[in-house]
Each structure stands twice: as structure tokens, then as C-alpha cells.
């Protein structure tokens, strides 16, 4: 017992001289201290790998979004986007168009888990150059998709006026 | 100064932009559909004559027409089917009009005009996330990405 409270007579709290980060900004706060959870990434579309390419593009185009979340047995798979059409579609479209959808998806597509900075999602945006970026928790369930204007939502950005 | 203020005050000649798809009202959709694939582009400006633009034809467009009418691609003009709303910005406004067009009126592409109307570039929500992304490189260039869903032992976690 002696042993032990000349330890504790020892001991320094290595934290008592910490002192929180002091941010110049709110945003730049914002993207450093919150998560992407704190990012709207609701509503978002989803569709089978197995659905055809013809009623992918009917669900972009019916729900006028840019993007389908292509989700199997509650996972992840792949993302379908506007872009897929232009560039693996459209030309060859007749051939295509009766074909799953997983054939033109993009696969493994790159993610932002919720507990993530929310710099990871602009980062996601601007520096890897996707403009829906999958949501996932950590078990890999699909929370929702972020975009450009969702983020600038969350930076609280001023407009002209 | 913080972004806040260059956002009222950097001019858009300032922000990242892509060079704009020029094309002619009488392009097919399918030649528009081949010139934004090959230029990785979804969007291409309608002009006139005299450089002038007329609207926007866009890969949105694209997949509405491959809908209803895919086997007339190559006889249908694009200049019946631009956008119906579609923005254009002058080189001089500041940064904060494009700010707003994306986020009030839920603009993609805006238009880069010069100070004769004539378009020299194409920006919206890309260049705008390039240009907060630049002000903030400790919180967003350092980040991690392209985790894959699903990681079993997720470090910290």
C-alpha cells in the first residue's frame, strides 16, 4: 500500500496542460470537429444489381436525382450516376439496356463512414473528384449519400444577398 | 481573409473551371452525346453564330431522350432539347452569385461569360468545392478516403 501512494504522489495528469484547438473560422471548426452524421445525406435512391439498366435509368430520371445507390441484402455494392449513363450507356444503348445494372455500375465505389470528419466529405468531393459520395455506418449499412450542395448546406455558407 | 468574405469578394474568374463543350444548335444528340464522352464532360454549351449562348445541353437531357426516343438520336437537334433553366455568370461577378445559383436554384453547370457575353468556361458545384476545399487544406486535403464499406476491424473503432 506504501508502493502504490508513492505512485499516486507521482503522478502528473497528462492532460493538465492541454489545451483545446483554437480555430480561426466556424467552418473551418465545422469541418474538423464535426462528423459527416452531422451532414444531410438523406433522402437518396437505391436499386438491385439485378434491376435492368433500362429501369435504372427510368429511377434517375422518375425520381430526378443523379445518382442510385446500388445496394444488395442491405450492402453496398456499387453506385449507378448520370455520368455511368453518358459514358457506358448511351452509345450502345440497345445492347445494354435489358442488362443488370451491375454490369455498368461503378463498383466498390469509394465511401465516407458517418464517424468520419466532415472534412472527409468535402475532401471526398473536391479532392478525389466524386460528386455522390456514399454514407456508410461502421457495419458497412448504407446511412445515405452526400453531394456538393448537401455540404455547402452544412457549411452554412452566405449567398449574394 | 476568411472564405466567408473572398466569397463576396474574389471575382469568378477566380474559381476552377473547366473549358466549355462548345457546340451548334444543330449538333444530333448522339454527336453531343460522343463529344461530352470523349470530353468526360456532362454538360455542353448551345452557341450561336456569333459565340453567343443559347442554352445547355446536358447528360440529364441524355437520359430522358434515351428513354422516349433512343433510336432518333441521330436526327434529333439538340437545340430541342436544352435545358430549361440553365445560368451564366460574368468572369467579374464575385464568387458568392454562383454560390447562390447552386444553392437556391439548384444549379450544376454555370456558365463563364467574358465581358461580351461570349462563354469562356464552365464552373459550378465542382469548382466551388475546389475553391473551399483550397481554404481549408489542414481539414480536408489530409484526409483519408476511399475506405471500403464493410471493414471488419476498423482501427478505433
Partial sequence: MAKLEHHLEDFVDPLSNYEPRQYSDAIQEALAEETVAAIRSRPHAEISPDNTIYSALQALAGLQVASLLVVDKGRLVGVFT????????????????????????????????????????????????FRHVPVVDLNGAVVGVISPRRVFEFLQLPGAD | MGLKENL?????STLPCREAILIQPETSVRQAAQILQSKKLGCAVVV????????????????????????????????????????????????????????????????????????????????LSEYIADHFPEQVMVQRIGGQPGMENREGA
Fill in chain 1, 82 to 129: 448520370e455520368r455511368d449513363v453518358l459514358e457506358r450507356v448511351a452509345l450502345r444503348f440497345d445492347e445494354v439496356k435489358d442488362r443488370p445494372v451491375r454490369e455498368v455500375m461503378t463498383s466498390n465505389p469509394v465511401v465516407v463512414y458517418e464517424s468520419d470528419p466532415a472534412g472527409a466529405a468535402l475532401s471526398a468531393i473536391a479532392v478525389a473528384g
Fill in chain 2, 8 to 12: 463576396q469578394n474574389e471575382s469568378v
Fill in chain 2, 48 to 127: 450561336d453564330a456569333e459565340g453567343k449562348p443559347m442554352g445547355i445541353f446536358t447528360e440529364r437531357t441524355l437520359i430522358k431522350l434515351l428513354l422516349q426516343q433512343p433510336h432518333d438520336l441521330d436526327k434529333i437537334p439538340v437545340r430541342e432539347h436544352l435545358e430549361t433553366e440553365w445560368f451564366c455568370v460574368r468572369n467579374s461577378d464575385s464568387i458568392s452569385a454562383v454560390l447562390d445559383l447552386v444553392q437556391k436554384r439548384d444549379a450544376r453547370f454555370v456558365c463563364e461569360l467574358d465581358e461580351h457575353g461570349k462563354v469562356i468556361g464552365l464552373t459550378g458545384q465542382k469548382g
